[in-house]
């Protein structure tokens, strides 16, 4: 309250400064040459009229405005009166003669300057003080410094109690909901929220009516999917798994859709399935960070579970790394295979290990046709048709891959920087959407030669060798994404065995609409 009160006073002051200045300067003396003629004190005092009417006029108009108060109004009009008293004098032909000698003058029934700025000095500060206590709120300022208090306690204790409590958060959220029920992000962040406060079959609805509103969104489909999960027991099977499906089809590189598929082949017993797709992401991370020490831990496990010994964990690891770097180095090569290195015998089937890589041996080759698949559909397509396909599809494997070369046609040369994404891809000619080998490049490199083979593919069961029939395209993506988008750049084979030993050819020449 002593705040507001010294606040008021200096503005008040502030206000008096302003009107009293003025006041307190020199008057200017009044011209006493009476050797002047008649004719020029006329035209004097004319010109002193017309100067007090222009000022007055002035005066009127800022009152009428509102830019002076009536005090000031007053306070300015006697002053203009003042000095047209001063300059006329008893020079002034409209009261010379009037009026006798012993005539007293306006100016003598004025009070003077210094006198106008006392009362004035105590006037104004009087006044705003009985307009306050008029019509101002007199009880904001203690409640102000109330709240002010109450606020400052918590933070001088260093608690977190700024923010509102999480229900209110909640509660919010569900009121803006009602009013935009369209809001898929907002639905989005109500599930999460509900997670965090243990609401799990809240966090359901929600997350359903996000996916609802918005399937395309590969994180909200995984965030419904393991919403199902957690209300049934942490069970993926079923409407999960399908879900899980939905969003590896919508982005094939999503880490955590793939963690999750690995998850689903480990509940179904897939064990060395689950192992494989968690060694191909722990390729991906960061060995120091905590995501890689516990895939190490989940790959151990499903490796423990499906009676592979310690020493052929190892060598599937080793064997993994290598066939990465195989793959990565085909990919960024510029020239095409020459035929002496396409026609060049191979000494064994390639054959994928628990790791991801290449058998080492014949042994490691039949352990690893006995492994079951982790295939996406339904539960009913599980070991059986998985193992009828290895068995009887093995073309691609056997041939080395497919050589691919791709190149971008000259009427679309230009409409991209050099360093945009390329996507080189075989896919199959019926069958699930999904990629069965993806290199990637950029346009700078085209045209380029690439292999594609089983090392490449994202889950065992989606190999390429086990599709007779694929379909090769190229994809040009300014976005860098997966997901193919209008404006990208696209070219496709039509459908060619996945025996065949000659280069298929990919023509990049038409505009996603």
């Not at 009152?63 to 300059?87: H, I, P």
């Not at 860098?480 to 030993?501: C, F, K």
Request: hydrophobic fraction near 40%; charged fraction near 20%; charge should be negative.
């Amino acid at each position: 309250m002593t705040t507001f009160w010294i606040l008021a006073a200096g503005l008040a002051g502030l206000a008096v400064l302003f009107v009293v200045a003025p006041l307190l300067q020199a008057p200017k003396q009044p011209t006493d040459d009476r050797s002047d003629t008649d004719d020029s004190d006329a035209d004097q005092a004319q010109m002193n009229l017309a100067l007090f009417k222009q000022q007055l006029a002035e005066l009127d108009a800022d009152l009428a405005s509102g830019k002076l108060d009536q005090t000031g109004y007053e306070s300015a009009r006697r002053d203009l009166e003042r000095e047209l008293l001063n300059d006329l004098g008893d020079r002034d032909p409209l009261t010379t003669g009037a009026a006798g000698p012993d005539s007293t003058s306006l100016a003598g029934r004025l009070p003077g300057p210094r006198i106008t700025a006392l009362a004035l000095l105590f006037v104004i500060p009087l006044s705003a003080w009985a307009l306050y206590a008029l019509i101002g709120n007199q009880s904001i300022i203690p409640e102000l410094e109330r709240i002010a208090a109450a606020g400052s306690g918590p933070a001088q204790r260093g608690s977190n109690s700024e923010l509102p409590p999480l229900e209110e958060l909640v509660a919010r959220l569900e009121q803006r909901l009602e009013q935009q029920p369209d809001d898929a992000e907002g639905w989005m962040m109500l599930g999460r929220t509900y997670f965090a406060t243990g609401n799990r079959k809240g966090a359901q609805e929600a997350l359903e009516k996000a996916y609802k509103l918005n399937p395309e969104d590969p994180m909200i489909v995984l965030a419904y999917a393991e919403s199902i999960a957690t209300n049934n027991d942490n069970q993926l099977e079923g409407r999960p798994a399908e879900l899980i499906s939905e969003a590896l089809e919508l982005d094939p590189e999503n880490t955590t859709a793939r963690w999750l598929a690995a998850m689903v082949a480990f509940q179904r017993g897939q064990f060395r399935s689950a192992a494989t797709t968690w060694q191909r992401l722990l390729e991906a991370t960061d060995p120091s960070t905590e995501e890689a020490a516990e895939l190490r831990s989940l790959i151990e496990e499903a490796e423990q579970r499906a009676g592979v010994p310690p020493e052929a964990r190892q060598l599937a690891q080793a064997d993994t790394q290598d066939s990465s770097a195989a793959a990565e180095a085909s990919g960024n090569s510029d020239a095409e295979p020459t035929p002496e290195q396409r026609s060049e015998p191979t000494t064994a089937p390639e054959t994928t290990t628990p790791g991801g890589g290449q058998a080492a041996d014949p042994a490691a080759a039949e352990r690893t046709a006995e492994a079951p698949s982790a295939e996406m559909g339904s539960a009913s397509a599980g070991q059986p048709q998985a193992q009828e396909q290895e068995q009887g599809s093995t073309s691609a494997a056997d041939s080395g891959g497919l050589q691919v070369r791709a190149e971008l046609d000259p009427a679309l040369a230009g409409r991209y920087p050099p360093n945009t994404t390329v996507f080189i891809f075989a896919r199959a000619a019926s069958g699930p959407p999904m990629p069965l080998a993806v290199q990637r490049t950029t346009l700078g490199q085209l045209p380029v030669a690439v292999q594609l083979d089983d090392s490449m593919a994202m889950m065992p069961a989606m190999q390429l060798s086990n599709f007779p029939q694929v379909i090769v395209g190229a994809r040009v993506s300014p976005s860098g994404q997966a997901m193919p988008r209008p404006g990208d750049l696209e070219g496709e084979s039509g459908p060619v065995s996945n025996a065949s030993d000659e280069t298929i050819r990919i023509l990049i020449d038409r505009v996603r609409r």
